[in-house]
């Protein structure tokens, strides 16, 4: 994603960009998106989502989700803890949401909430921030149907997802994350299959096809060295992945994101 604009705090980040990652993940907090302008799918466990201009996406603590970025426009990202909503936080860290998808203008007063949460600046930014995001998820919170989920699951799936995120350009295996992590290997390649649609390998190599899209599309390096950075063995192999995953080779991937820069 191409950050326009950032806005960190301790508990909170926020980032606009023209687009939104492919690449499968969760993490600990939660992640509210708002689009301002384009449209993408979201993903989140099982379920798909379109979002338009005014629609607001958000998923839960360990919730997996990831996006495709159908037009480029202008893409609001905010990541903050449960800690900083008061009362609610136990709560959201045992639940997730029955839908994660918001349609536009269900939501009261959000654009005005948004437009001052990006025009803080100062000493008392974290401050202000943190009172925002209680403001919207009080809003939020009664739209949402809430389902418990098995922590301990999560807690596996969390570990699993998390090694391959930060190890996916590696040789990783089955046999070496079992090994890692202290779990069998036929247990996270079923949590996979089950949880994520996709056999061991196929996530990996969407992750790595995710990492090379924005490579793609944010630098210059050459292709070559793309397929040899993001993991795979082979230029050859690198192609043909790309291809079925994205539907283009990467030189045209390449070509069409340079022109719709250019367009926006």
Not at 89 to 105: A, E, L, Q, T
Not at 160 to 179: H, M, Q, R
Not at 214 to 231: C, M, Q
């Amino acid at each position: 994603m191409e950050i326009v604009y950032e806005n960190k705090t301790e508990a909170l980040t926020m980032q606009i960009g023209s687009g939104l990652s492919g690449m499968i993940h969760l993490h600990k907090e939660l992640e509210l998106i708002y689009v301002e302008s384009g449209k993408a799918v979201a993903y989140a466990d099982k379920n798909s989502y379109i979002l338009n201009k005014g629609d607001v996406f958000i998923t839960f603590p360990n919730q997996i989700h990831y996006y495709e970025t159908i037009e480029y426009g202008s893409f609001a990202v905010i990541i903050f803890s449960s800690k900083i909503i008061y009362g609610f936080s136990d709560i959201i860290s045992k639940s997730v949401p029955d839908r994660n998808y918001i349609p536009c203008g269900e939501v009261e007063d959000f654009d005005y909430i948004f437009n001052r949460v990006t025009a803080l600046s100062g000493d008392y930014t974290e401050l202000a921030l943190n009172g925002y995001i209680n403001v919207l998820m009080s809003r939020i919170l009664p739209i949402l149907q809430l389902k418990t989920v098995n922590a301990e699951n999560n807690t596996a799936l969390y570990n699993v997802i998390d090694y391959c995120t930060n190890n996916f350009k590696e040789d990783i295996t089955l046999d070496s994350i079992a090994e890692k992590l202290h779990l069998s290997k036929y247990y996270i390649s079923h949590m996979i299959n089950r949880k994520l649609n996709q056999n061991f390998n196929e996530y990996i190599n969407n992750l790595r096809i995710a990492e090379a899209c924005n490579l793609l599309r944010e630098t210059n390096i050459k292709i070559a060295d793309i397929s040899e950075d993001v993991g795979f063995g082979t230029i050859r192999s690198f192609n043909r992945a790309f291809k079925q995953i994205t539907g283009v080779s990467p030189a045209v991937y390449r070509e069409k994101n340079a022109v719709l820069k250019k367009l926006i």
